[in-house]
């Protein structure tokens, strides 16, 4: 499908542009802190993640009330906890926000100390840093296990739990538009985080994604995405836990695996000089998380042996 500017003249200098991927959705993906999307319904507005930076969210607002005519926010929908998605929240009210039940138990530990990392964060682009003195956070009115599935006007919208990226992640699933928001479940062409993840779940998250046949995929950041994008993430998961498991074959702790593996977990995709120490860093959390996942796995296989 064809994807096609807004017309919107509420549009800022450097924030993007509103892009229509449907007959009634619209996303912006040059936000940076996630891919935030909308649903225009004859009941409302359903929004899909939302902007941290509030002059951000403040602008996605008002390109929601230009294309809906000014349609009341019915509902927030938020495919996990982190900040870059879940903390615009405030901008939405007074909407409903949806989150799965992780969500909400892990948005209720934000307190003023992870306000505080979330400002500290910033220091290097004061403007930004200036604009987060009042963080308020919203934790989901509404939230699910599994899924949840309701129908605004003629629109059908599931909420799919998926984890894999964290315990908290889900996909919404516009089944009539072909169109899944994934949020991060899928990365394109760089590291994923890893450090929450579970990734034999990340893995059936993204077999999901496939058999469910989306004609487009909205990513938690960057550029729509396509099965080819699957495959190169299910790849490189698979490549850690086959890397891990060789290790753990030949008895190496944690340190031993994490160095010889991380510079070969490294060269899967193109990184930047300047970043290199952070990515590694990245991947070091990563290899933690599925060593001690797989160490798991195998203590379980052996005591089902027994």
């Not at 509030?54 to 929601?64: F, L, S, T, V």
């Not at 799965?100 to 682009?125: D, L, P």
């Not at 894999?164 to 928001?181: R, S």
């Not at 001690?292 to 042996?305: F, G, N, P, S």
Request: net charge positive; charged share 25%; glycine share 6%.
């Amino acid at each position: 499908m064809t994807q096609r500017k807004s017309s919107s003249k509420n549009a800022l200098k450097g924030l993007g542009e509103c892009q229509r991927i449907g007959n009634k959705v619209f996303i912006n993906n040059q936000y940076i802190t996630c891919t935030t999307g909308f649903v225009v319904t004859r009941e409302g507005v359903v929004v899909i993640d939302t902007p941290l930076v509030p002059q951000q969210a403040r602008d996605w607002r008002a390109r929601i009330a230009a294309e809906s005519k000014n349609a009341k926010i019915e509902f927030v929908i938020l495919t996990d906890h982190h900040r870059g998605h879940a903390l615009g929240c405030q901008y939405f009210m007074p909407a409903q926000v949806i989150g799965h039940e992780r969500a909400h138990k892990e948005m209720q530990g934000y307190t003023e100390n992870f306000r505080e990392r979330v400002r500290n964060s910033y220091k290097r682009e004061p403007e930004i840093q200036e604009q987060l003195q009042h963080i308020d956070i919203i934790l989901p009115h509404i939230t699910y296990s599994k899924e949840a599935c309701f129908v605004m006007g003629d629109i059908r919208i599931r909420c799919i739990h998926v984890g894999g990226h964290t315990p908290a992640t889900g996909i919404v699933w516009l089944e009539d538009e072909g169109i899944c928001f994934v949020g991060d479940t899928i990365w394109t062409d760089q590291h994923p985080y890893m450090a929450q993840a579970n990734s034999k779940e990340w893995l059936n998250a993204l077999t999901l994604v496939q058999e469910l046949n989306p004609k487009i995929i909205v990513p938690g950041h960057g550029n729509l995405c396509t099965i080819k994008d699957i495959k190169q993430l299910a790849s490189y998961i698979s490549k850690m836990r086959e890397g891990i498991n060789r290790c753990l074959d030949a008895e190496m702790n944690k340190a031993e695996t994490k160095k010889a593996l991380t510079l070969e977990m490294v060269a899967l995709f193109d990184v930047p000089p300047t970043r290199k120490t952070k990515i590694e860093s990245q991947i070091n959390s990563g290899i933690n998380r599925v060593y001690r996942e797989l160490q798991r796995e195998r203590h379980t296989q052996a005591k089902l042996a027994t």
